[in-house]
């Protein structure tokens, strides 16, 4: 990702561990991290939540992370917001790590600059929609009036105007997210952090919310961290997948990447079930050139190969690619197309 | 004997839990057919009990009297000043202004229907010449209620917030739950004296653990996300209290003030014993001790006590769920404080300058009941006058076939003039080889809970509790104890029973528990059958349902005031004040269990032909096995529970130690028998959940 080795990471989680049991925990901060551990716990009966992970998020990224039920994607991300201190490790947001930071601090730095949705929405039951998105400003000591301002603003932001009065038994699931993320986001927030948000809504609401997070996104540009079980939910989402098993993260990069090089049998398992076509973009397969074949129609690197084949005829057999400024970056032969996709999918007819 | 022995052959290829069976039904066996009478020392514990434990009780409270003797005094005027103060202000208050003001709040909590059911109890109240006395009761409940909430709920946060604070809360929660509780008030007349105080902490002692356990539950049971959402809001821990975790909890919380009111009042009724203080329990008391010469009285204050319960429970309860019912949904309009305020300060001018006039029409009513109360008691007179012969028969039936033989066994109460014949030795051997063949047939076919259950059944009606040998009983309750609660229970119970027999509490103990045995049998005939019709019938269970409620939020002391008018004061008034209290919960969970078993297994019933009958004996009953054993734990404790009241109507036992030891002030032998019907409950208690929990989990809530 040329965007994150120019600048500096947003988040960076350095030698992560997470093992629970009061003693796998003591024996593991004690050895401070490093592979050591695993060998003083093997025998033991602890649990490994995140073992050895390491993560970097560069500013404005949509980091999803991904894996089976039990593979440790929350523990990452709940050790990132410290709602579980980790065992062992850093997890640095800029140039604080949040691993070392006591609590008043901690509390300082949810209030201002993190927000997190939750699978099970998390609204609290007593309280209306606006009072739910209001409630971490109120707790951060802002004025009553510019609270209720603020919530209105978000509840716009998420299309529910007019249901702010309604408690959460009165809203759909669909409608309870969408107060989730307004509430997640009321502290305008640098980091955004979302656990399976979409897991428990049906696949319509589901497919909607992704469309209005990657509108948001676009607007807001906010560091990303997203949990997700889905790699089409994936696919559609994210800059970069990180994909875990047992608490360690197997193989991270673009979904394509995943696509086209899976670093093992977890992985194509994973990967296999999406289409590689709509997957692959023009940009991941083309041939490097920057000289325009003539009389050859020019396609945006960012348009998946199955567009290509649709809008394109059999009489085309060359495509220039452009980039976001028109400027003509490579080109695809389209029989050598299907070709590669075909390489690319694993234990089907090749 | 031989058919023990044959299943002992076979014994080798059962597994452990059976071969324990066996062994312990063929210890019992012979236990049995020695027949202890011939050999006493067998049936008399060795280890004699003394009163050593009780005097350095007594010593220890004696001490700790002198030592601090100013600051009780001092906290006992301060108590005595509150409970006076409030009986001032309601003496002071009149009547009238107190019936509109409860109508009103019904009618604001709930509606019409709850304000005409508190109007009209209140009303009562005032109308039956007993509204002092109330309000003497009220003003202790009064000033015992906070206190209780204040520890229950402090209490109840602390468990909730550290975990080693909750692993001492919880255990004692459950031994506050088990002591009977006459045992704390001994103690409390000795530091406090006379007169209000010790009914007001005893109160405060008995009503706060209620609150504390629902202030637990409720706490616990706040769902983690919505901790990590507050945490993710950036909340301090205070703030998440406030604004997440209390309100979260509200519900169980306000469950458990309803629980603590009426447990408050049902206490303070309870503290009349003590006397020194002009309360509606003491006039119930007082009543119900004359019997039927005095049972109008006992009915007509008895009835302001349920009274006082019902308005309480509803009120409480109508608090609790208020949320929903003034919602924005209903519509109703909300009337301005002030305007609300205003017309109060009206009724409350019109009512004084209405007093008068009041008091005049309330004494005048009041002399209207009083005639009242003679002519049911000349009624009443009639009526076992005629009825007496009827009334006579059943106790007698309940003593010759129920009461007697588990008390001394068939051995020594099957004789002429009872049963109408001799028990000679060969219809005992006949006896006891049918049972011990029986027993040996049900373990062989591995049906180890039904062949322990006949053995034990028949060797208790055989020798009778009283002439139970102390090892059989030890060597029973432990093994029940390792099989159900494991062995390290197993050895707490031991020690208990230890400690029973070490302060001379032995043959006390197996009195409460030969009358607690025989209340839950007749509770089991009855209270079965009723819950299985009022699963079945919705008629039933419509008229059962509002019953039970109310039984189960009147103060105990009201059971005892029919028991006593029909029957006097013996052994069977007690059985029945009993069984008609703690025959509810059997009543509810059988109801309970039966309504839930999953409609798939019934249907299934259903398309394998199954009659009804059938579909009920061999699909329902056994689902909800788990749900009735759960009830029948609440049974056998309502049962000791009430077995300490039923003491003023004749039980004796480890009641009457506790009883006495309040009368003379004895604090040792009131506490140490006291302890020792807390273990028996203890006991009873983790046997009956483990083996309801080994069959299965069922949830129930109150
Ligand atoms: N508080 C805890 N105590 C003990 N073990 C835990 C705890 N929380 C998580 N675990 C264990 O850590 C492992 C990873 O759990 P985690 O919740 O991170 O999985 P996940 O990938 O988020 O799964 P899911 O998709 O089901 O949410 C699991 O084996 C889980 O049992
Ligand atoms: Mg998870």
């Not at chain 2, 205003?342 to 001018?349: F, K």
């Not at chain 2, 029973?476 to 302060?503: D, K, Q």
């Not at chain 2, 007690?574 to 309504?595: D, K, N, Q, S």
């Amino acid at each position: 990702m040329p965007e994150a080795s120019r600048t500096e990471p947003k988040i960076r989680c350095h030698g992560l561990w997470k093992v629970f049991g009061d003693a796998a925990e003591t024996a593991c901060a004690r050895r401070g991290g490093g592979t050591a551990i695993e060998e003083a716990l093997a025998g033991t009966d602890a649990i490994i939540g995140a073992s050895d992970v390491n993560l970097e998020i560069a500013p404005g990224e949509l980091f999803v992370i991904m894996g089976l039920s039990g593979s440790g994607k929350s523990t990452v991300l709940r050790c990132i917001a410290q709602l579980q201190r980790p065992s062992a490790g850093e997890v640095w947001l800029d140039d604080a790590n949040l691993a070392s930071m006591p609590e008043a601090q901690l509390m300082d730095i949810r209030r201002h600059r993190m927000g997190m949705v939750f699978q099970n929405f998390g609204l609290v039951p007593h309280f209306t929609a606006l009072q739910n998105i209001a409630f971490p400003l109120k707790v951060r000591g802002e004025p009553a009036e510019q609270c209720a301002a603020k919530a209105n603003e978000m509840l716009d932001l998420v299309g529910l105007n007019g249901r702010g009065d309604a408690y959460p038994s009165e809203l759909s699931g669909g409608q309870q997210q969408r107060v989730g993320i307004a509430r997640s986001l009321a502290v305008d927030p640098e980091v955004w952090l979302l656990d399976e948000p979409f897991s428990a809504l049906d696949p319509l609401i589901r497919k909607q919310l992704q469309d209005e997070l990657l509108e948001l996104q676009a607007r807001l540009q906010k560091t990303i961290l997203f949990v997700t079980h889905d790699f089409s939910e994936a696919v559609r989402l994210a800059d970069r997948i990180a994909i875990m098993r047992d608490g360690r993260i197997i193989q991270q990069g673009r979904a394509a990447e995943l696509l086209m090089n899976p670093a093992d049998d977890y992985v194509s398992r994973f990967v296999g079930d999406v289409s590689r076509l709509q997957v692959l973009k023009l940009g991941d397969i083309m041939q490097p050139s920057g000289r325009a074949v003539s009389g050859a129609p020019k396609m945006p690197a960012s348009l998946s190969i199955e567009d290509m084949l649709l809008t394109t005829g059999g009489d085309v057999s060359t495509i220039n690619v452009i980039d976001s400024n028109g400027r003509v970056t490579g080109r695809i032969d389209r029989a050598q197309a299907i070709e590669t996709v075909r390489n690319a999918t694993p234990g089907q007819t090749g | 004997m031989s058919g023990a022995t044959t299943s002992l052959d076979t014994s080798l290829s059962l597994d452990t839990a059976r071969r324990a069976a066996l062994a312990l039904l063929v210890l019992l066996g012979i236990a049995a057919i020695i027949m202890p009478e011939r050999l006493p020392a067998l049936v008399a514990s060795p280890l004699a009990g003394s009163d050593a434990i009780a005097a350095a009780i007594n010593g220890g409270i004696d001490w700790f009297v002198a030592v601090f003797k100013p600051a009780l005094r001092a906290v006992a005027a301060g108590l005595d000043q509150a409970v006076r103060g409030l009986q001032k202000i309601l003496h002071a208050t009149p009547w009238l202004f107190i019936v509109i003001a409860v109508t009103w709040l019904a009618w604001r909590l709930k509606g019409i229907g709850l304000a005409a059911l508190c109007g009209t109890a209140v009303l009562y109240m005032a109308l039956s010449g007993y509204w002092l006395k109330s309000m003497n009761t009220l003003s202790m409940v009064g000033v015992a209620v906070p206190l209780a909430l204040a520890v229950g709920f402090g209490l109840g946060v602390l468990g909730a917030k550290s975990r080693r604070a909750n692993a001492v809360i919880q255990p004692t929660l459950d031994l506050m739950q088990t002591i009977p509780t006459f045992a704390y008030l001994a103690p409390l007349v000795v530091l406090f004296g006379f007169g209000p105080v010790p009914g007001v902490l005893a109160s405060m002692i008995y009503a706060a653990p209620p609150m504390t356990r629902n202030v637990l539950l409720g706490l616990q049971s706040v769902p983690q996300e919505l901790r990590e959402v507050s945490s993710m809001s950036g909340t301090t821990p205070w703030q998440r209290f406030c604004h997440i975790e209390l309100p979260c909890a509200k519900q169980q919380i306000l469950v458990g003030i309803n629980q603590l009111v009426l447990a408050s009042l049902s206490m303070v009724i309870i503290a009349a014993v003590i006397g020194g203080f002009d309360d509606i329990g003491r006039e119930v008391l007082v009543a119900t001790n004359k019997g039927s010469a005095r049972f109008g009285q006992a009915l007509a204050a008895g009835i302001v006590i349920v009274l006082l319960a019902v308005v309480i429970d509803r009120l409480t309860r109508a608090a609790a769920t208020r949320r929903e019912a003034v919602g924005r949904k209903t519509g109703r309009r909300a009337i301005p404080v002030l305007w609300q305020l205003a017309g109060l300060a009206i009724v409350l001018a019109a009512s004084i300058a209405l007093k008068t006039y009041a008091d005049i029409i309330a004494v005048a009513s009041a002399i209207f009941f009083r005639l009242g109360e003679v002519a049911v008691n000349g009624w009443l007179q009639d009526f076992i006058a005629t009825h007496g012969i009827t009334l006579d028969a059943i106790k007698k039936t309940a003593l010759m076939y129920l009461l007697l033989p588990l008390r001394i066994g068939l051995t020594k109460a099957v004789l002429p003039i009872t049963w109408g014949f001799t028990f000679t030795p060969a219809m005992q051997t006949v006896y006891l080889l049918t049972v011990l063949a029986g027993t040996a047939w049900l373990a062989w076919r591995g049906r180890t809970t039904a062949a322990s259950l006949l053995l034990s059944v028949g060797l208790i009606s055989y020798c009778g509790f009283s002439y139970m040998p102390w090892w059989v009983m030890f060597a029973g309750v432990c093994w029940l104890a390792w099989r159900h609660a494991g062995w390290r229970f197993a050895l707490v119970a031991c020690a208990m029973m230890l400690a029973i027999t070490l302060t001379g509490h032995w043959q006390g103990a197996l009195y409460s528990v030969y009358l607690c045995s025989a209340a839950i049998l007749v509770c089991l005939l009855i209270g079965c059958p009723l819950g299985i019709l009022a699963a079945k019938s919705d008629i039933v269970s419509g008229i059962l349902r509002p019953m039970n409620d109310t039984l189960q939020s009147i103060p105990l002391y009201i059971f005892l005031i029919p028991a006593v008018a029909l029957f006097q004061v013996n052994e069977f008034s007690a059985l029945v004040a009993i069984v008609l209290y703690a025959i509810v919960p059997l009543i509810r969970y059988t109801e309970h269990g039966l309504r839930h078993v999953p409609p798939t297994l019934v249907e299934a019933a259903r398309a394998n032909g199954c009659s009804p009958l059938q579909r009920l004996l061999m699909i329902e009953l056994p689902v909800a096995r788990p749900a009735i054993l759960l009830g029948l734990n609440q049974t056998v404790l309502f049962a000791l529970a009430m077995l300490i009241i039923a003491v003023l109507v004749g039980a004796r036992g480890l009641a009457e130690q506790v009883n006495i030891g309040l009368r003379d002030a004895d604090t040792g032998l009131g506490m140490t028998a006291g302890l020792s019907m807390a273990f028996i409950a203890i006991i009873a208690d983790r046997v009956l959940r483990g083996y309801a929990n080994s069959l299965g989990t069922t949830e129930i809530k109150d």
